[in-house]
């Protein structure tokens, strides 16, 4: 007992422990996500989120130390930001007849989502924190959360509201599209890529091979434009 | 491979450096896409090996945002006192960004393109 204690404080303080728990919590995420047939609500990161915290908050284990680990996971976040250049030249070439629509369409309602964000968190006594963390939520979690940081929120906080976008507009969005009588695939794929980042166009594919193209053309161009002017309109609103 | 792995961490090194002496607001990595989108815009298409080493970083995309994600264990009594504000945030605007861009699509595809392509499988709808 006394050498399981020791051999417990000797690795907890290790990168490998952390760094294993992160891969094994997301792998249970992943098993109970496929187990329910690819539902939204049960998604691999929340699940994997929520073990880890549960974890950590029970043996006393701060922030600083399982990050010590899970930082070898982390890093890669930037590599396969630049990677998504890859996807989404492969689908500009294939929806290349429409962009101009696709356009004026995903700046609208990146626009406005972004807008509608900030005005209800600000009216509703939201501090300023929350509410840099909600201005990027429509798009997907790496560049999302790097846009967070640029302009004062946080990180986590922006990745909790980001996979709670995805899921709601994976959810919701065909049903809102249904009453509003959009029934193009273009015009679906675009609006749900671009309000709901992978987690949307993952559902989108669903619908159609032409609302997957869209919905991940958008994603990608909607992360390239908000991680551009966000920050820049976020410097004149905040003045 | 080794080679297109390089490109990937030399367009993100890229990227933060210019984002660094220019001093503009974006992340280093997201200009590291676009120079990568460059890149790719000279090549005119997508090398193999480089395509396999992009679809094994985004094949498990949402396993690389855990690590930060967790960090909201940092932050527990700021949603305690604003989880009602976050919660109406996230949902309406979701709605909100879903609807406007689904109606101004809808709107222009109709003027844009005269040629939409039809569905190929009549009866299906």
């Given at each position: 007992m006394e050498q399981l204690q020791k051999t417990w404080?000797?690795?907890?303080?290790?990168?490998?422990?952390?760094?294993?728990?992160t891969l094994a919590a997301f792998q249970v995420g992943l098993f109970l996500y496929r187990r329910s047939g690819s539902f939204a609500l049960v998604n691999p990161v929340l699940i994997a989120v929520a073990l880890i915290v549960g974890f950590l908050v029970l043996t006393g284990t701060d922030y600083g130390t399982y990050f010590q680990g899970a930082q070898f996971v982390h890093f890669l976040l930037g590599p396969a930001t630049v990677a998504l250049a890859i996807p989404i030249f492969r689908q500009f070439s294939r929806v290349r007849h429409s962009w101009k629509a696709m356009l004026a369409s995903l700046v609208a309602g990146s626009v406005a989502a972004s807008l509608c964000a900030i005005a209800i968190g600000w009216a509703m006594g939201a501090g300023m924190a929350t509410i840099a963390s909600l201005a990027p939520k429509s798009i997907t979690t790496p560049v999302a959360m790097a846009v967070s940081e640029q302009i004062g929120g946080l990180p986590s906080l922006t990745s909790v509201f980001v996979i709670a976008t995805g899921i709601i507009g994976a959810m919701a969005g065909p049903w809102l599209l249904d009453r509003l009588g959009v029934k193009d695939a273009?015009?679906?794929?675009?609006?749900?890529?671009?309000?709901?980042?992978?987690?949307?166009?993952?559902?989108?594919?669903?619908?159609?091979?032409?609302?997957?193209?869209?919905?991940?053309?958008?994603?990608?161009?909607?992360?390239?434009?908000?991680?551009i002017l966000l920050p820049l309109v976020w410097v004149w609103l905040t003045k | 491979m080794l080679f297109y792995?390089?490109?990937?961490?030399?367009?993100?090194l890229a990227g933060e450096l210019i984002v660094g002496i220019l001093a503009v607001p974006v992340p280093g990595p997201v200009a590291g896409m676009v120079i990568m989108l460059g890149v790719l815009g000279l090549l005119r298409r997508v090398p193999q090996d480089l395509g396999a080493i992009a679809q094994t970083l985004l094949g498990h995309l949402s396993l690389l945002f855990v690590p930060a994600a967790?960090?909201?264990?940092?932050?527990?009594?700021?949603?305690?006192?604003?989880?009602?504000?976050?919660?109406v945030a996230v949902l309406v605007s979701t709605l909100?960004?879903?609807?406007?861009?689904?109606?101004?699509?809808?709107?222009?595809?109709r003027r844009d393109a005269p040629s939409a392509p039809q569905s190929s499988r009549p009866g299906e709808d």
């Open positions: 404080v000797y690795l907890s303080a290790q990168p490998l422990f952390h760094l294993t728990l273009a015009a679906r794929g675009v609006a749900i890529g671009t309000a709901s980042h992978g987690i949307g166009a993952a559902r989108a594919i669903e619908e159609s091979e032409a609302a997957g193209a869209f919905a991940g053309l958008a994603m990608g161009v909607n992360a390239l434009l908000t991680a | 792995l390089t490109l990937i961490f030399a367009c993100q967790v960090g909201v264990m940092l932050h527990f009594r700021l949603i305690g006192g604003e989880w009602a504000a976050m919660s909100v960004g879903i609807a406007v861009t689904g109606a101004v699509m809808m709107v222009l595809g």
